[in-house]
């Protein structure tokens, strides 16, 4: 399958979780993941066990992450299944400007592709009313693959990653507030801490610089009080 449908796929998959249709997005991305497979990723990436870190060759071009924020999503919402979180879920969505029938923005496709496939599981986790905690359980996994991809990637290569860092840390801190495991939620935090101090973080929007500074500031406050 090449970049080009991959990353079709990819789009489609996005419009869904932008229309409130998580199962169908489920499904696409899932299919699109079919597609980095038959290409030879990493089958550490592609298994169950959900790794931290995997090897993936990547080549030498820039690609800027063009995010898109989710217009339909009302943050009320949140605060009604999982009232006693500190965490405000980053439902933004993004996709590579540039695409190429090359390894040059392979892993950064592939980034894509879990980060909205974690996405679309962590939505439906919180507002489907069957498989509630299975689908959280997959969101995290799949914010884990896009992490581990990250971590293979020339950083200089991708730029906005900031706010994709950020993103992934903020929406497994939520997800484990929301399940109660407050230590690891807490681990969250300190990985945004150190991002958002550093100097890539003037290149955050005001609104994502806001999100994240609250989520940080709200969990160490409230970091005694009993979890979701």
């Known amino acids: 399958m090449t970049n080009r449908r991959i990353v079709a796929l990819t789009n489609l998959g996005v419009k869904n979780i932008h229309s409130g249709r998580y199962d169908s997005a489920i499904l696409t991305l899932k299919h699109a993941v079919s597609g980095l497979s038959s290409r030879c990723l990493q089958s550490s990436l592609l298994d169950e066990s959900g790794a931290d870190y995997v090897d993936v060759i990547t080549g030498g071009s820039s690609v800027t992450l063009a995010w898109v924020a989710l217009q339909c999503m009302d943050e009320t919402n949140f605060t009604i299944v999982s009232a006693h979180n500190t965490f405000t879920p980053f439902t933004s969505t993004f996709t590579p400007e540039t695409v190429l029938d090359?390894?040059?923005?392979?892993?950064?496709?592939?980034?894509?592709?879990?980060?909205?496939?974690?996405?679309?599981?962590?939505?439906?986790?919180?507002?489907?009313?069957?498989?509630?905690?299975?689908?959280?359980?997959?969101?995290?996994?799949?914010?884990?693959?896009?992490?581990?991809?990250?971590?293979?990637?020339?950083?200089?290569?991708?730029?906005?990653?900031?706010?994709?860092?950020?993103?992934?840390?903020?929406n497994m801190g939520h997800i484990f507030r929301h399940l109660g495991e407050c230590s690891q939620a807490l681990q969250c935090i300190a990985h945004m801490e150190i991002v958002i101090s550093s100097h890539v973080a003037s290149d955050l929007t005001e609104e994502d610089d806001m999100i994240f500074s609250a989520s940080i500031l709200c969990g160490i406050r409230c970091h005694a009080a009993p979890c979701a």
Not at 112 to 118: K, N, R
């Open 102 to 170: 090359s390894v040059d923005i392979y892993a950064e496709i592939a980034m894509s592709i879990f980060f909205h496939l974690g996405l679309a599981h962590h939505l439906a986790g919180l507002f489907s009313r069957v498989d509630s905690q299975e689908h959280l359980e997959h969101a995290l996994m799949s914010y884990k693959r896009s992490l581990a991809l990250f971590r293979s990637t020339n950083i200089s290569r991708v730029k906005c990653w900031a706010t994709f860092v950020l993103g992934v840390f903020n």
